[in-house]
């Protein structure tokens, strides 16, 4: 009799199509109010208002941007608040324990909100990812939309697709993929800002200028002065361009839930993620980015041809921009190498870092050259020695 196989193989690919939604505003709060509600009302029939929870960055609350936002959002007949705004602890903090989330979902439950309901942040990087990580698991996926308030949201990771917070002192190690439903770039919200965070921003369009955009990256070079002092169109014009440049890695770059090894949008951050909860985050995240994409730069010039002139240019221009280029942590080496192994356990598979042969040319990497990555954290401290801030 002939045999019957028992097991049977399928192994079907499939495609999901999804719509990044990207709006750039002067003043989401005033004039520009109804392109958020053409969004939130966009697939709604006309008789019914969605329901929205609104959630601000506690840095926002009692500031004018939020007062006017509230308002409109209040006494527009095209939503339906479900609550007076939630006010979400800003920073790192959020991300540190589960309470926020907790919260956030309580809520989320007791009003009902379901996948055709909408929560709307706006806040920094920190609270996005907080909040969006409860959106992300509610329902399996409520309508985010996110206003980020910050530069660095702005220019990176606002129109991300990761949701997540801390977890065993470690960066994100809890979290999720989804798409937001629409983030708004809004110049108005940016004006709450502190020099020192619309400064330390710029770090993450520095590092998407050197992996894809060699005249970005010569762009933000000649223009650190202004950006510094923020010039109104000159800081609009960079962190356009910088977001401009994510998206497209996102959306065209064919792998956005890194399920690839490489992972180039985190160039600099091994060392940024070991950094930040080794000062228990009193180093903003730019901050961290900025130093270790000055690191792995140097790096890229010892092993790989960067231009050890540009390599000097790049710890130039972010040193012009008002970023700090070493913190105290760097003195024990050791801690900071290792950050490589939780990098690669958050992605998985073997280590894969990525690095530079020139702007515009980024390579994988397998291997660090560990005396060469501690010599260069020396050259490093010799070049902040000369650009404090």
Request: glycine fraction near 6%; aromatic fraction near 6%.
């Amino acid at each position: 009799m002939e045999r019957v196989d028992a097991v049977t193989e399928h192994d079907i690919s499939f495609e999901v199509k999804f719509v990044h939604r990207l709006r750039q505003t002067d003043d989401v709060s005033q004039a520009d109010f109804p392109v958020l509600e053409s969004v939130l009302h966009g697939e709604q029939s006309e008789s019914s208002a969605p329901k929205v929870l609104f959630c601000l960055d506690s840095n926002l609350e009692g500031g004018e941007f939020a007062t006017a936002l509230i308002n409109r959002m209040r006494t527009s007949d095209r939503m339906r608040l479900v609550r007076e705004p939630m006010i979400v602890p800003g920073g790192e903090s959020c991300k540190n324990s589960e309470n926020t989330l907790r919260d956030l979902l309580a809520a989320i439950n007791s009003h009902d909100l379901d996948r055709r309901s909408y929560i709307v942040v706006a806040g920094g990087g920190a609270v996005l990812d907080a909040v969006g990580f409860a959106a992300a698991i509610a329902h399996r996926g409520v309508r985010l939309i996110r206003l980020p308030s910050t530069t660095l949201a702005q220019a990176d990771s606002g129109v991300g697709v990761k949701n997540a917070i801390n977890y065993f002192e470690k960066k994100n190690w809890i979290g999720s993929f989804a798409v937001p439903w629409a983030v708004f770039n809004d110049t108005a919200i940016l004006k709450t800002l502190p020099d020192r965070d619309f400064r330390s921003g710029l770090t993450e369009a520095v590092k998407v200028a050197l992996l894809k955009d060699a005249a970005f990256f010569d762009y933000l070079r000649k223009s650190s002065s202004k950006l510094r002092r923020r010039v109104a169109d000159v800081s609009k014009e960079a962190i356009a361009r910088s977001c401009q440049l994510h998206l497209d890695h996102i959306t065209a770059g064919g792998d956005p839930f890194e399920a690839l090894e490489a992972r180039p949008l985190d160039f600099g951050h091994w060392s940024a993620h070991r950094m930040e909860p080794m000062t228990n985050y009193a180093l903003r995240h730019g901050e961290a980015v900025g130093i270790g994409v000055a690191l792995d730069t140097l790096y890229s010039a010892r092993k790989f041809g960067f231009p050890t002139p540009l390599a000097h240019a790049v710890c130039q221009t972010l040193a012009d921009l008002g970023t700090p280029l070493w913190c105290d942590e760097l003195d024990t080496p050791d801690e900071v190498l290792r950050g490589l192994e939780e990098f690669r356990q958050h992605l998985g598979g073997r280590l894969t870092v990525t690095m530079l042969k020139n702007p515009g040319e980024a390579i994988n990497v397998h291997e660090i050259d560990l005396p060469v990555m501690k010599s260069c954290i020396d050259e490093l401290r010799d070049i902040a020695k000369q650009h404090p801030v």
